[in-house]
């Protein structure tokens, strides 16, 4: 008889009651902690150069002041962005879709070359993964310390570590949260705010985006890339036969096993590869590139310089991990033939590409009219006969100076003989980065067109050697 905490199965029901084991699949893989360890060596050194480098821009850019303002700065509620000479607004929109294009293409020209370098090297995942892994190891020890540490009950010395650990990620995290907040509001008054007068969206800001550094590289690390980023999803789409990506070289490698120093491989049969599983205990995703290229590889060769410290110890030559395409592989390419195979058509492609839309967006800057002018004719006010022989159209002028330097403005018209611009002090003063609503009249003889709309063209003129123009058109009516 089936005990009461074994149930038939709906096959043991069918088939005279006889139990048969019940196999349960979770939908779900509970995630296994990685304890990453430290590793040194040529690409441990580029990425963190990466790591400072990104961190000395991000922390630093908001304290750096230009023309007595904050050199970049993002003011939603003016709606004016500030880098450093320029100063965007809604209109310039274009300029951003530019850049976001530009960062695709570059994204798609780097991976074609040597896959998910992004990823490796400058992501911020993977940045603030690299400081928080550094607080972490600095406090509870590398690999085997953090894995006996957390294995242990819970004692005053492990909560101390615990707490310790905690606190400076927070510390980090807030201080990342403050300097992205900066970006919208001038830091140095966010500062001087701190704590009572910071503005509700400043302090949900602060939180929210600290909260998220502090979950994204303290607790979930490898779960954003392999689950949350879609990029680890179609990276391959952009993968072809001559792109250099993290590889095992098996032929090398197998048989793998572990072995003396002085083995004599030949006659044990034995490859390369020691089977140390270094290449396993120092990738941040827990993955074993040794079973080929897997989506969760981030391309960071933590792996190349374990495996290459091995090698050294063992005295066999470095590579056995390395950057090496397929061709490379399968072909036997060395490195000067793998690296000639970098320009082929993709390539070529994403280069021209980039350097064509660069060109004309530096181009477009660089002719780029700081006065912005949008006329509106007064729709309230129609077309009339102020004095006999003398017609009388209302229009409203929205004068924008993008520039920082305040500038003095004329207005005149053109295309009807005999048209004036009446009703409107000139100059007209207006402060850098500043718009200003200007109405105005123009006056026409009344036989110098026939009824009707006339097409005329607005001319506006900055003072100086080197004026500022803009001709802008509009219509203007003669009644019947």
Known sequence: MTPPDKPLS????????????????????LRKKIYPRAVTGTFATWRWALVFATQIVFYGLPWLQWNDRQAVLFDLAARKFYIFGLVFWPQDVIYLSILLILSAYTLFLFTAIAGRLWCGYACPQTVYTEIFLWVERKIEGDRQARMRLDGQPLSAAKAGRKVAKHAIWIAIALWTGLTFVGYFTPIRELITAIPFALGGWEVFWILFYGFATYGNAGWMREQVC????????FQSVMFDKDTMIIAYDSGRGEPRGSRSKKTDLAQAGLGHCIDCSICVQVCPTGIDIRKGLQYECIGCAACVDGCDQVMDKMGYPKGLIRFASENSLTEGFGYREMWRRVLRLRTLIYVSLLVVIAVAAGVSLALRNPLKVDVLRDRGALARETTPGVVENVYRLQLMNTA????????EVEGLPGATVVGVDQPIP?????????????????????PGAHRIEFVIRSEGESPLVRREDS??????
Not at 11 to 24: D, H, I, K, L
């Open 10 to 29: 709906a096959a043991a029901a069918t088939t005279g009651g006889t139990a048969v084991p019940v196999e349960e699949v979770s939908l779900y893989e």
């Open 226 to 233: 392999k689950y949350m980023c879609p990029y680890a999803r």
């Open 404 to 411: 920082e330097a305040a500038h003095r403005f004329t207005v």
């Open 430 to 450: 207006l402060d850098g980065a500043a718009t200003r609503m200007v109405p105005l009249r123009v006056q026409a003889p009344a036989e110098s067109a026939k």
């Open 475 to 480: 219509t203007f009516l003669f009644p019947r």
